[in-house]
Nanobody, 124 residues
Framework: QVQLVESGGGLVQPGGSLRLSCAASGFTLSTYAMGWFRQAPGKEREFVAAIRWSGGNTYYADSVKGRFSISRDNAKNTVYLQINSLKPEDTAVYYC?????????????????WGQGTQVTISS
């Protein structure tokens, strides 16, 4: 059974930091890319970052470069999204997803599996 379980969301003040986690199981991780998306109320689901499990190649949306960082822990089958200098516009549900092809990572349609999402709220 394929499972992607996100955790680490919560309420954070502007300027703070947060690390999201995604624990994966039930499929061959080494052949996949793992991505993070986010969706705010009234907006489309937005690509944030992705990492190729085998090799560790990373790619970021222009809007988050320099502030977000994606990483993986092979021993724990877990991917992370470190978010620094949080802004109110970062408020969204953040989703972890798995894609079978690196070439299709920029769009939700490129991903086979999705987690349940974790809410990130930035407020003073």
């Amino acid at each position: 059974q394929v499972q992607l379980v996100e955790s680490g969301g919560g309420l954070v003040q502007p300027g703070g930091s947060l690390r999201l986690s995604c624990a994966a199981s039930g499929f061959t991780l080494s052949t996949y890319a793992m991505g993070w998306f986010r969706q705010a109320p009234g907006k489309e689901r937005e690509f944030v970052a992705a990492i190729r499990w085998s090799g560790g190649n990373t790619y970021y949306a222009d809007s988050v470069k320099g502030r977000f960082s994606i990483s993986r822990d092979n021993a724990k089958n877990t991917v992370y999204l470190q978010i620094n200098s949080l802004k109110p516009e970062d408020t969204a549900v953040y989703y972890c997803a798995a894609a079978p092809a690196w070439a299709a990572i920029l769009k939700p349609s490129g991903y086979n599996y999705w987690g349940q999402g974790t809410q990130v709220t930035i407020s003073s």
